[in-house]
């Protein structure tokens, strides 16, 4: 096994032990042909908030069989509190949450499938076949963006999210008014780091940002969240130019130095999308749970736009799960959370209630108050869909945002 360094990472914390039962685990697995570590764990900038990410290459023909046993390999390698898989790109995805707790990502991929573009480094862990040379043969890019392509996305999301959040005001939608403000404000984000560091712009991810901007850099873009109506719940018109103005100079500083204009003219949205299936939206409000610890990576790491821009939308997860509780096997309708009842709709209102002052604490506020109100709603629904409600994985993250800071207060 060959790790790079990670002077972040205590010798015999969590990480490293983790990564070694797996090692031990999967290499007396003769159906796993090798095994890489991948993200900041195999590039040495891993740290406490990181998560674990590893591919292994299994074969095409044993791949059904094993991942017909996953849940007994992941069992086997440390305690699990909640899982979800999904296929990517040709690969299987296995997101877990462990016992810790930790996350961690398993890409399944075939030996076939090796030579395909790489957006992140790898250590080897075990390759007795040497399948590694195959990965080193296709360079790994860090970025497949430049930044006038990055500009470009811009240029087409800003306008629209302004056109969202135009339209939630008219609608007196608080919950699809602050996702799209969170989505504004991550713009701003984006744009402030293309222009301090265009060679990050491209990355995923908070660590790639932390890199380049300081805590002190992100704070002043929440400034728009203390704009809010005081008719509470419903925002007032008012806070859409506060928003466009912190969008505003750096979108100009960025057409000065590449030549593209990122409109602020709202554009109006088109129709809302399709209903979703009762069960679907209880089956993503489970899969988010398994990805809640990121919420300690964005604040600790001073991202604060991105800790709101999670939990905008797991206000609005938590809204359509409200729905279900109250609906049952109904579709789940766009507009869902503007059509819950009285009772419910106060939760949420009260939950997001705390924008109106602003700043890293209105924020930390708010990923309190809307966890409490999810956890509610979730509950609800998985009961009333018979699904299984998660509940130590709910504890255990809950707990974990805590002690990481996330949270104001205990949620219990």
């Not at 195999?42 to 074969?59: P, Y």
């Not at 699990?80 to 399944?108: C, K």
Request: glycine fraction near 8%; charged fraction near 20%.
């Amino acid at each position: 096994m060959s790790l790079p360094t990670n002077p972040d990472l205590a010798p015999d914390g969590l990480h490293l032990r983790f990564v070694e039962s797996a090692h031990r685990v999967l290499s007396r697995d003769p159906r796993v042909r090798a095994l890489w570590a991948g993200g900041s764990l195999a590039d040495g900038t891993a740290d406490r908030w990181s998560d674990v990410d590893l591919r292994l290459a299994v074969a095409d023909d044993d791949r059904p069989a094993f991942m017909a046993g996953i849940e007994d390999t992941l069992q086997a390698i440390c305690p699990i509190l909640g899982w979800r898989m999904r296929s990517m790109r040709g690969d299987d995805l296995v997101v877990v949450t462990f016992e810790g707790p930790l996350r961690a990502d398993f890409v399944v991929t075939s030996p076939n499938s090796l030579d395909r573009q790489r957006y992140e480094p790898v250590a080897p862990l075990f390759d007795p076949l040497g399948l590694g040379a195959r990965l080193h043969q296709t360079p790994y890019r860090p970025s497949r963006r430049t930044p006038r392509e990055l500009l470009e996305r811009e240029a087409a999301q800003v306008p629209a999210e302004a056109g969202r959040l135009q339209r939630a005001i008219e609608r007196s939608s608080i919950v699809a008014a602050m996702q799209a403000q969170a989505n504004l404000l991550e713009s701003a984000q984006r744009l402030l780091l293309l222009l301090r560091d265009p060679n990050a712009a491209g990355l995923l991810g908070p660590k790639h940002a932390a890199d380049a901007l300081t805590a002190a850099d992100i704070e002043p873009l929440l400034a728009p969240l203390g704009v809010w109506s005081n008719n509470w719940p419903n925002p007032g018109m008012d806070s859409i130019q506060p928003t466009l103005d912190v969008v505003r100079p750096l979108a100009a500083e960025a057409e000065a130095r590449y030549g593209i204009a990122v409109p602020l003219q709202p554009v109006p949205p088109g129709a809302d999308s399709d209903a979703r299936p009762a069960r679907q939206v209880g089956e993503a409000g489970c899969f988010l749970l398994v990805h809640a610890m990121v919420g300690a990576t964005y604040y600790n790491r001073g991202m604060y736009t991105g800790l709101l821009w999670g939990y905008a939308g797991a206000a609005r997860l938590a809204a359509e799960l409200a729905y279900v509780a109250s609906r049952g096997d109904a579709p789940v309708p766009a507009d869902a959370p503007d059509r819950f009842s009285g009772s419910d709709a106060a939760v949420i209102a009260s939950a997001l209630r705390p924008l109106a002052t602003g700043g890293v604490l209105g924020v930390r506020r708010v990923a309190t108050r809307v966890a409490a109100a999810y956890s509610h709603f979730l509950e609800r629904a998985c009961a009333r869909l018979d699904m299984e409600y998660p509940a130590r994985l709910d504890l255990s993250v809950s707990d974990y945002l805590l002690r990481e800071g996330v949270f104001v207060g205990d949620l219990h």
